[in-house]
Nanobody, 123 residues
Framework: QVQLVESGGGLVQPGGSLRLSCAAS????????MGWYRQAPGKQRELVAD???????FYRDSVKGRFTVLRDNAKNTVYLQMNSLKPEDTAVYYC?????????????????WGQGTQVTVSS
């Protein structure tokens, strides 16, 4: 079965940068969309950015100009480059995939979530 494994989270000072990675394991026949979500304590999970199979992108207004979502199809990996980080960016960040997962002789449309990685922005 397909799993998403995240890395790159940690502690950074305001104005700093982090690069999150999300690597997919398993067999995928199609990727419709890959996205990054985040959830701060006491708040709802929100979409940060996503990228489609045609490389069109979406960014939440609060991160436009600061964050960039990238994909490497050969490595089945999606990245979130985060620059000019603010304390308000502190949250658990989750990778999400809208995928066709190979199961036996067929592919099955599946929504797959990573386990989440903590990003903390503080002095």
């Amino acid at each position: 079965q397909v799993q998403l494994v995240e890395s790159g989270g940690g502690l950074v000072q305001p104005g700093g940068s982090l690069r999150l990675s999300c690597a997919a394991s398993g067999t995928i026949s199609e990727i419709f969309n890959m996205g990054w979500y985040r959830q701060a304590p006491g708040k709802q999970r929100e979409l940060v950015a996503d990228i489609t199979n045609r490389n069109s992108t979406f960014y939440r207004d609060s991160v436009k100009g600061r964050f960039t979502v990238l994909r490497d199809n050969a490595k089945n990996t999606v990245y979130l480059q985060m620059n000019s980080l603010k304390p308000e960016d502190t949250a658990v960040y989750y990778c999400n995939g809208d995928l066709m997962v190979v199961v036996g002789a067929r592919s099955v449309r599946s929504i797959v979530w990573g386990q989440g990685t903590q990003v903390t922005v503080s002095s």
